[in-house]
């Protein structure tokens, strides 16, 4: 069982830059794509960003294209979301997980965007 930890949220003016993290227990991480999803008040959660297995491949929501991009790092067990020019939008608590079979969901990491 994987089990995940976001983090590097904080508050931000808008046009600003936050870099997350999402630290995962278990060997076989490097097994799974992976993603960061969102979860505005009031909203349903929603997918942000994709990455395949080996890093290879990424995908990006319409609303973050060109803004927000994934990596990750299977060494150490890492995925992380560099996201700049932010927008008072983009304010929402921020999970991982995987993109297939989800794991049981982490607390998530909150990110506020002033405007």
């Known amino acids: 069982q994987v089990q995940l930890q976001e983090s590097g949220g904080g508050l931000v003016q808008a046009g600003g830059s936050l870099r997350l993290s999402c630290a995962a227990s278990?060997?076989?991480?490097?097994?799974?794509?992976m993603g960061w999803f969102r979860q505005a008040p009031g909203k349903e959660r929603e997918f942000v960003a994709g990455?395949?297995?080996?890093?290879?491949?990424?995908s990006e929501a319409p609303s973050v294209k060109g803004r927000f991009s994934i990596s990750r790092d299977n060494v150490k067990n890492t995925v992380f979301l560099q996201m700049n020019n932010l927008k008072p939008e983009d304010t929402a608590v921020y999970y991982c997980?995987?993109?297939?079979?989800?794991?049981?969901w982490g607390q998530g990491t909150q990110v506020i965007v002033s405007s």
């Open positions: 997980n995987s993109l297939a079979q989800p794991f049981p």
């Open positions: 278990g060997r076989t991480f490097s097994f799974y794509g």
């Open positions: 990455i395949s297995r080996d890093g290879g491949a990424t």
